[in-house]
T-cell receptor, first 108, second 115 residues
Framework: RKEVEQDPGPFNVPEGATVAFNCTYS??????FFWYRQDCRKEPKLLMS???SGNEDGRFTAQLNRASQYISLLIRDSKLSDSATYLC?????????FGSGTKLNVKP | DTGVSQNPRHKITKRGQNVTFRCDPI?????LYWYRQTLGQGPEFLTY????????KSRLLSDRFSAERPKGSFSTLEIQRTEQGDSAMYLC?????????????FGSGTQLSVL
């Protein structure tokens, strides 16, 4: 079983839509959680950390449910520039585990 | 530019040749990671260093792969006797492991094509 599982998508949404991605992780001892964004043929870039209390950064909201080992990312008012692959990342003991990513296409 | 730097950006080689990649981390970061990524997959952990010590290697890292970080600064990843299955993006990331949440910062990667 993979450490981090994500729906690969693609999610095709119109501009202005709200879209949500989920991921699950297998190790209950995981310590910290992140969402990274990756554009085609580019390196992953940190989008936001995810905290148990939930956190927001502009149009982006991340939630963590430790009991269900589940992480979510909500994007409101989608922009064309949000089109990318979103990677769910979980830090275990001294190692970061990446999901395969969820592809988002925002269309005009 | 004070980010993570990797070179070369692209490397094309023939099967059986040796290749070496270099990574220069963010200067105040004490940890350096190597990952490999193939199309449609997330990055897969290869190895990491805390300062100059290599603390863990993945089972993905066969004996043809070796990584060094001689003075706790830049790192090199060498692949000997390359195979077509080695074709991938090799990503380096650095972090500061301290009292606050450790976060990874990636370089632009080296795209390896083995012909």
């Amino acid at each position: 079983r993979k450490e981090v599982e994500q729906d690969p998508g693609p999610f095709n949404v119109p501009e202005g839509a709200t879209v949500a991605f989920n991921c699950t992780y297998s190790n209950s001892a995981s310590q910290s959680f992140f969402w990274y964004r990756q554009d085609c043929r580019k390196e992953p870039k940190l989008l936001m950390s995810v905290y148990s209390s939930g956190n927001e950064d502009g149009r982006f909201t991340a939630q963590l449910n430790r009991a269900s080992q589940y992480i979510s990312l909500l994007i409101r008012d989608s922009k064309l520039s949000d089109s990318a692959t979103y990677l769910c990342v979980v830090r275990g003991f001294n190692k970061f585990y990446f999901g395969s990513g969820t592809k988002l296409n925002v269309k005009p | 530019d004070t980010g993570v730097s990797q070179n070369p950006r692209h490397k094309i080689t023939k099967r059986g040749q040796n290749v070496t990649f270099r990574c220069d981390p963010i200067s105040e970061h004490n940890r350096l990671y190597w990952y490999r990524q193939t199309l449609g997959q997330g990055p897969e952990f290869l190895t990491y260093f805390q300062n100059e010590a290599q603390l863990e290697k993945s089972r993905l890292l066969s004996d043809r792969f070796s990584a060094e970080r001689p003075k706790g600064s830049f790192s090199t990843l060498e692949i000997q006797r390359t195979e077509q299955g080695d074709s991938a993006m090799y990503l380096c990331a650095s972090s500061f492991q301290g009292p606050t949440n450790e976060k990874l910062f990636f370089g632009s990667g080296t795209q390896l094509s083995v012909l």
